[in-house]
């Protein structure tokens, strides 16, 4: 369910638009939700879409287009590795697997403790950096190889261990 106060943070953005082109806010509301709840519901699409005036199917076009909004439930920590071409051809799917190894889950999956969700996710516009990730769509990590990977869950969990 979407509060008052999150309608008031889609305001904000839907002030950004012509009045007309309200609907061009529809990707900055998705993010508040997923900010706010974690993931992006159905319901919450439904009451995105009546507040920009729009299909719902379009809200949800929107939501399955990207990869960047989760449409279930995520682990604390969202890992996802690029498996596009370039990021393929220097190990991109070998990261993959070692993390699925690692963290005993299949791509796509969350831990039993709900700390790690593992997902592939196309281009991230580091090829260079190859193989590249993303942790919780916001730390871009480049070049991780299998030791890079292994530092990076196990610095993730000794973090959470101290909390």
């Keep these: 369910m979407i509060t008052e106060a999150t309608k ?7 002030a950004k638009y012509p009045p007309e082109q309200r609907q061009s806010a529809v990707m900055a509301c998705l993010s508040i939700v997923q900010q706010e709840q974690g993931w992006v519901s ?16 379009a809200v949800h076009e929107v939501t399955t287009f990207y990869n960047m909004y989760n449409q279930q439930p995520v682990g604390k920590y969202k890992l996802a590795v690029c498996t596009n071409l370039p990021c393929q051809l220097r190990g991109g799917n070998e990261a993959l697997r070692h993390l699925e190894g690692k963290l005993g889950i299949a791509m796509g999956e969350t ?15 580091a090829c260079a950096d190859a193989p590249a990730m993303l942790v919780n769509d916001r730390s871009m990590c480049s070049f991780m190889e299998n030791d890079k990977l292994d530092q990076l869950v196990d610095g993730l969990r000794a973090a959470e261990a101290q909390q």
């Design 8 to 14: 008031a943070r889609f305001a904000r953005e839907v």
């Design 42 to 57: 159905q319901q919450s699409e439904a009451e995105i879409a009546a507040y920009l005036g729009m299909p719902e199917i």
């Design 111 to 125: 831990t039993a403790d709900g700390l790690f969700t593992l997902q592939q996710c196309e281009c991230l516009g």
